[in-house]
């Protein structure tokens, strides 16, 4: 990424953060870029793109495709609008609609999947994450510690969502996970080799 292009992205993300449009946290961004990095990430699917932040900041640091699911009309055509202000939408697919519905239609593999939507849909995301994700490829998942300092009555159900979600990746023979402190919390789990 040359220097323009992170300050570029640097406005961008302080603008959508002002604006409290949610973008991943700068530690959350770093990881993210790492562990592309550590994979050699030539493949990377994102589910939640916003406005195509992370998308670019993936695409432009890496040199990887990217594929990014987005259901939210007016993110989409600000996601479309800063593809195309970065001159990068030929390495960046950007699918419109319902991840739900995209993900089952989706071939793999990919090297690197970043979960980043309605957190309780996550378990239902998994069975396609674990098919599409190629052996030592990894799984980022985002905000898994969002109720870290307490639970609100009113957000009981999505609580027990991100928790059913995490023992069901942490109990995944298929993953190794780790949860990191950054952001709201960052599931890493790599796709081990030898289970299917
Ligand atoms: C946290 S934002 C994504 C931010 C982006 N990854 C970034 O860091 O700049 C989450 C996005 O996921 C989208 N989303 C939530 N559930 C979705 C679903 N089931 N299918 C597609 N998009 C979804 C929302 O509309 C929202 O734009």
Redesign the pocket.
């Known amino acids: 990424m040359t220097q323009s292009e992170m300050t570029r992205l640097q406005a961008l993300?302080a603008s959508?953060m002002q604006e409290r449009?949610?973008?991943?946290a700068d530690d959350?961004?770093a990881v993210l870029l790492a562990e592309a990095e550590r994979v050699r990430a030539a493949r990377i699917l994102?589910?939640?793109?916003?406005?195509?932040?992370?998308?670019l900041?993936l695409a432009l640091s890496t040199g990887a495709s990217v594929t990014?699911?987005?259901?939210?009309d007016g993110?989409i055509a600000a996601a479309r609008e800063n593809f195309a202000a970065f001159g990068i939408q030929d390495r960046i697919r950007l699918l419109e609609?319902?991840?739900?519905?995209?993900l089952p239609l989706l071939e793999g593999p990919y090297d690197l999947i970043?979960l980043?939507?309605?957190k309780v849909?996550y378990r239902r995301?998994l069975p396609d994450c674990r098919r599409l994700l190629r052996a030592g490829g990894v799984l980022l998942s985002?905000?898994v510690l969002f109720f870290r300092d307490g639970v609100p009555h009113k957000r009981r159900m999505l609580a027990q969502h991100i928790r059913e979600y995490l023992e069901a990746l942490q109990a995944d023979p298929l993953f190794r996970t780790e949860i990191l402190s950054v952001g709201k919390g960052l599931a890493v789990s790599v796709r081990q080799e030898e289970h299917t």
């Open positions: 993300r959508a449009d949610p973008t991943a959350v961004l994102e589910v939640g793109t916003g406005r195509g932040l992370t998308s900041a990014t699911v987005e259901r939210d993110r609609g319902d991840a739900s519905e995209i970043f980043d939507a309605a849909q995301f985002d905000d």
